[in-house]
């Protein structure tokens, strides 16, 4: 069985540790490779080969590391056809999912083949008499990236190619979930040109982790993934003196006007609520309709639509949705949803149902649909994580909004409706990082920003964008005197000692 090792220096590296832990096929529900878990003692000798890489790649001109991320990107569009199965194998999602991750990724490394002109300063000439002000943006040196299992190969690149052209050494520590997909990227990004060292994979669990947030080298860290580890994240790397944005989990409501076009709404909520079985965190998990006969007339046209779905292994061209991640995700699934039959919540959909035949140990569960959630249940409080849509009926336009900013988790949100007052009340009110107006998954592109508010994002930072770009470097501000002394005639002397006067 293969083991997936590390990347370190620019090639794959086994560690010291001895650790290390099964990669599953969610599909088969059996391990299919083995994943090396990095010692304490591991992450130091990584930390120290990117600390030296940096002093170099720091020192480039901006437009020279913005050539490598030319090639990468090549590189990438070139070879996602190989790369899509690796990520689909361990993380069950559609090709077609796969793909539209990476191509997400890819226009990450887009943004950033603009670096110098990203990293332009600002210029105040004159502050004071003969003094002028100008203000640059260096790099942080080591900075590190944790990632979760949903998106292997997107939220990464959401990370490094941002952190890498703003001059940094970068050390991913990807899920050790879905470790295979950012081994062959980590190849692709050496071949594009990156000097060994500067961009580093170490795969890992909490021992990993623990290092990463405890060594002095380490300046920043990007995490994203579920709200307690995120919490944590934040609160221990902070302490030691770290910059760190950790980006959490989320409850994504998608309020349904009584004027929206009800077909339009349904194709939305099939895609952002069942897309990927539910595991992105901006997928929408609760629809709330406006008024009983909007309710009735959402259930009657999306409960056939979610019976519809077909679940089947990524390999299967007619997939609409795969396995969750893990028998323990699916396990914990269940259990919600017995809760929220157990509250009175009304299950108009089961897909406990489903079995596929030749993968009867796969981690299936077809779509659910629950009608009549009401806000004190945990199928409402909690993120679950799967194919399982809650529908939480408002009786008014305020009312649906009173109830998505009560919620703890603000990371999107979007309203389906034709009335322009509504949707300009509805992004101004209300109380989420990513708003969308007829848009089911308003996920920002690559030159904006991604991130939410409350307890979806700890920190004060978005991710990529401009918000990427600050948190990946330090502000530098000088203000220089230089006195006009140029008198006709003047010699200037630049032999050691001299000074300048003519
Ligand atoms: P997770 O929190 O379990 O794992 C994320 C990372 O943290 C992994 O690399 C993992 O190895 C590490 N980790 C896990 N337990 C740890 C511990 N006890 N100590 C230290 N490190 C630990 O998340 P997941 O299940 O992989 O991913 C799903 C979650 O990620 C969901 O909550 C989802 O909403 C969230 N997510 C958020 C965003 C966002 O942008 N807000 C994007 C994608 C996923």
């Known amino acids: 069985m293969n083991t997936v090792q590390h990347f370190v220096n620019g090639k794959i590296w086994a560690g010291n540790s001895g650790r290390i832990a099964d990669v599953f096929n969610p599909a088969l529900g059996t391990a299919t490779a083995k994943v090396a878990l990095a010692s304490a003692a591991d992450v130091s000798d990584v930390v120290a080969v990117a600390k030296a890489a940096q002093v170099r790649w720091g020192a480039q001109p901006p437009a020279k590391r913005a050539t490598v991320m030319f090639a990468f990107r090549d590189l990438l569009l070139r070879h996602i056809d190989e790369l899509a199965p690796l990520l689909s194998r361990e993380h069950g999602k559609t090709l077609a999912d796969a793909k539209g991750e990476i191509a997400r990724g890819i226009e990450v490394v887009e943004f950033v083949c603009g670096i110098p002109h990203l990293l332009k300063g600002e210029y105040s000439e004159q502050v004071a008499s003969q003094v002028d002000s100008f203000s640059i943006r260096q790099p942080l040196g080591v900075v590190a990236g944790i990632t979760p299992f949903n998106f292997p190969a997107m939220v990464p690149l959401w990370m490094y190619p941002v952190s890498l052209a703003c001059g940094n050494a970068f050390i991913l520590k990807p899920s050790e979930k879905a470790p295979s997909v950012v081994m062959r990227i980590a190849e692709l990004l050496h071949e594009a040109g990156l000097p060994a060292g500067v961009f580093n994979v170490v795969n890992g669990d909490k021992e990993a982790v623990d290092a990463i947030l405890d060594h002095a080298d380490i300046d920043a860290v990007s995490f994203v993934g579920s709200t307690a580890i995120g919490q944590y994240i934040y609160s221990r790397g902070t302490a030691n003196g770290k910059r760190v944005q950790a980006l959490c989990g989320?409850?994504?409501?998608?309020?349904?006007?009584?004027?929206?076009?009800?077909?339009?709404?349904?194709?939305?909520?099939?895609?952002?609520?069942?897309?990927?079985?539910?595991?992105?965190?901006?997928?929408?998990?609760?629809?709330?309709?406006?008024?009983?006969?909007?309710?009735?007339?959402?259930?009657?046209?999306?409960?056939?639509?979610?019976?519809?779905?077909?679940?089947?292994?990524?390999?299967?061209?007619?997939?609409?949705?795969?396995?969750?991640?893990?028998?323990?995700?699916?396990?914990?699934?269940?259990?919600?949803?017995?809760?929220?039959?157990?509250?009175?919540?009304?299950?108009?959909?089961?897909?406990?149902?489903?079995?596929?035949?030749?993968?009867?140990?796969?981690?299936?569960?077809?779509?659910?649909?629950?009608?009549?959630?009401?806000?004190?249940?945990?199928?409402?409080?909690?993120?679950?994580?799967?194919?399982?849509?809650?529908?939480?009926?408002?009786?008014?336009?305020?009312?649906?909004?009173?109830?998505?900013?009560?919620?703890?988790?603000?990371?999107?949100?979007?309203?389906?409706?034709?009335?322009?007052?509504?949707?300009?009340?509805?992004?101004t009110r209300v109380r989420i990082g990513m708003v969308g107006v007829n848009v089911p998954i308003p996920v920002p592109v690559a030159y904006h920003s991604f991130g939410g508010w409350k307890r979806s994002l700890f920190g004060d930072h978005h991710i990529h964008g401009m918000e990427g770009v600050r948190f990946n470097t330090r502000l530098k501000t000088m203000t220089t005197r230089w006195p006009s002394g140029i008198k006709e005639g003047a010699v200037f002397n630049f032999h050691a000692g001299s000074d300048t006067k003519g």
């Open 250 to 427: 989320a409850k994504n409501h998608l309020v349904v006007m009584p004027d929206a076009d009800m077909e339009k709404v349904v194709d939305a909520l099939i895609g952002s609520a069942y897309g990927s079985a539910g595991e992105r965190c901006m997928a929408i998990s609760v629809a709330v309709p406006v008024g009983d006969e909007t309710a009735d007339r959402l259930i009657e046209v999306l409960a056939p639509r979610v019976e519809a779905l077909k679940v089947a292994p990524f390999d299967d061209p007619a997939s609409d949705m795969g396995p969750v991640i893990s028998r323990q995700s699916l396990d914990r699934i269940l259990n919600y949803i017995t809760e929220g039959e157990s509250a009175g919540a009304k299950l108009v959909v089961d897909g406990r149902w489903v079995k596929l035949q030749g993968y009867e140990e796969g981690f299936f569960l077809g779509g659910c649909l629950f009608d009549n959630v009401t806000s004190d249940m945990s199928i409402y409080k909690d993120e679950i994580f799967g194919p399982v849509l809650s529908v939480l009926r408002a009786k008014s336009y305020d009312e649906a909004v009173g109830i998505i900013n009560a919620h703890e988790y603000g990371n999107g949100t979007s309203i389906f409706t034709r009335d322009g007052d509504t949707a300009r009340d509805f992004f």
